[in-house]
């Protein structure tokens, strides 16, 4: 997310780089045995809030380590002195950003009067802060806590999502400017749009709503959610789901407060609320989770707190695809796994993650499925022939279906793409198999995906600028030389030798059978 870590907004981040970039002019002072010790830093930046620092000078070298509220104890690996003369004038390190695609920034630090400062930039966020010496005192107010990381080895299935969750979630179009009235709002057009009736029946609450823990460490919402309970009764009184949203760090992709030390309590409060559904981000913690087994055993200690409240509550995980999680999501307890980075409301975003990016078709089925993010029909940053590709796109793939706009002021077109019963057959098609493409040339792609009674769904994709005519070659896909064949877009059957006409961006989505 943006701030969300730059996650969920225009703009995002498309990995987790974790380091300051920053310089610093000298006071006149040299890098010495005076420079070493502890540190503890004053207002500092909210992002990552680097609270303290220790650095030494043994017979192995130069070492550091720099805490961060967001990430924990980070090493300063590869600390080194620079500049002229033989102390240098200036240290450089960088941190360990958790992910191995990308490369860590260098973070730059030098001395300030009788402290040291720090500038420069981590992320989007600028670094402007002092560190004076610490007492032992200090240094010891400011330890990060440290948790066991104890999980079960296989977290038994919740009986859920036999068919991929479709609903509506917050982030796409309001960010952390979600509240309880808009959330009733949303949950009341749902009914009244037809959408409810269609299949959406989750009304999923993103970051945002969290407030502060109380002193049993129960997390209460913030004042714009006066009140979990109700706004989940009100909820479920209109035939619809609740879900919301955690992540295992201490902060969440936006800086509220995670679930890091309190996942079982955590989700007992949320099933005391009545929650259906939770998003669970791999939002900080780098520092700690940063390994395949290490996010696999937060991702399993969070299922099985889950399955301990004894309430149906469908969990996703949301790790970005990072330790191919689709091999081990079903075995934490997931019923969906985000498969890449967050999508954005553009053609190329839907369509590098939609074409190319679709997750491994194996690991998906009843009760699990390859996650490639919302959906972003209807916020504007496409066209219609756009739309109608990320949605068929979505359906081929068995994919989540959660919507990303503002249910309450949808167009007519928004509101016919969201609600073709015919595609959201497909989607839902309780055989469960993911479609494959078949055919790539030239910019157009034929994609196919078996349906439980027999027929087969059929993408025809115009990936290029200009129309072009797709024609079908049935016998090549197993289905005769005459199958049945109906547009589901159009609504309407056609010749199994007609030559679609597709537009630039656009698709024709078939259903054929033999």
Excluded at 433 to 457: F, H, N, Y
Aim: negative net charge; hydrophobic residues 40%.
């Amino acid at each position: 997310m943006t701030k969300r870590f730059l996650g969920h907004a225009p703009g995002r981040v498309l990995g987790w780089v974790l380091g300051v970039l920053a310089g610093v002019l000298l006071t006149g002072q040299a890098w010495g045995a005076d420079l070493m010790g502890d540190w503890v830093f004053q207002a500092a930046p909210s992002f990552p809030r680097f609270t303290k620092m220790v650095i030494r000078h043994d017979t192995d070298g130069l070492r550091g380590t720099i805490t961060s509220e967001w990430y924990g104890d980070l090493p300063m690996l590869d600390l080194k002195a620079v500049g002229e003369g033989p102390a240098g004038e200036r240290l450089v390190f960088h941190i360990d950003n958790g992910n191995p695609k990308l490369k860590p920034l260098d973070l730059t630090l030098a001395p300030d009067g009788s402290g040291i400062r720090l500038t420069g930039q981590v992320w989007y966020e600028k670094q402007d802060a002092t560190a004076h010496r610490a007492t032992a005192a200090e240094m010891a107010a400011l330890d990060f806590p440290t948790y066991p990381l104890l999980a079960p080895a296989y977290v038994p299935s919740n009986g859920l999502a036999r068919t991929p969750p479709m609903g509506w979630s917050s982030w796409n179009k309001f960010a952390e400017a979600i509240d309880d009235k808009t959330v009733r709002e949303i949950a009341d057009a749902l009914v009244r749009s037809g959408l409810r009736d269609a299949g959406y029946v989750y009304v999923n609450i993103d970051d945002g709503w969290q407030g502060d823990r109380g002193p049993d460490g129960v997390l209460h919402p913030n004042v714009k959610f006066p009140d979990m309970k109700a706004l989940a009764d009100y909820v479920h009184a209109r035939g619809l789901k609740l879900g919301i949203y955690s992540s295992p760090g201490p902060k969440t992709c936006a800086g509220y407060a995670g679930s890091y030390g309190h996942v079982e309590q955590d989700a007992r409060t949320w099933a005391e609320w009545g929650v259906d559904y939770l998003k669970y981000d791999l939002c900080s913690g780098e520092g700690f989770y940063h390994t395949a087994e290490t996010v696999r055993a937060v991702y399993q200690q969070m299922g099985a707190a889950l399955n301990a409240t004894r309430r149906p509550i469908v969990y996703s995980l949301c790790e970005y695809g990072r330790f191919d999680v689709g091999a081990w999501g079903r075995d934490v307890g997931g019923n969906l796994w985000r498969t890449t980075g967050d999508i954005e409301d553009s053609y190329a975003s839907m369509a590098a993650i939609g074409f190319d990016k679709n997750g491994v078709p194996r690991h998906t089925g009843p009760g699990g499925w390859n996650d490639p993010d919302m959906l972003e029909v209807g916020n504007g940053g496409m066209t219609t022939e756009e739309y109608r590709t990320h949605i068929s796109l979505w359906a081929l793939m068995a994919a989540p279906l959660l919507m990303g706009n503002d249910a309450r002021s949808m167009t007519r077109d928004t509101l016919a793409l969201l609600g073709n019963a015919e595609v959201i057959a497909i989607d839902q098609d309780p055989l469960g198999r993911q479609g494959l493409p078949v055919r790539k040339r030239d910019g157009m792609e034929i994609w196919t995906r078996p349906l439980a009674d027999g027929s087969v769904a059929v993408g025809l994709f115009n990936r290029t600028d200009t129309p072009v005519a797709i024609t079908a070659d049935w016998p090549a896909l197993g289905l005769g030389d005459h199958p049945k064949v109906r547009d589901l877009w159009a609504h309407r059957s056609v010749a199994p030798n007609a030559a679609h006409m597709v537009p630039a961006h656009g698709v024709v989505l078939l259903r054929a059978k033999p």
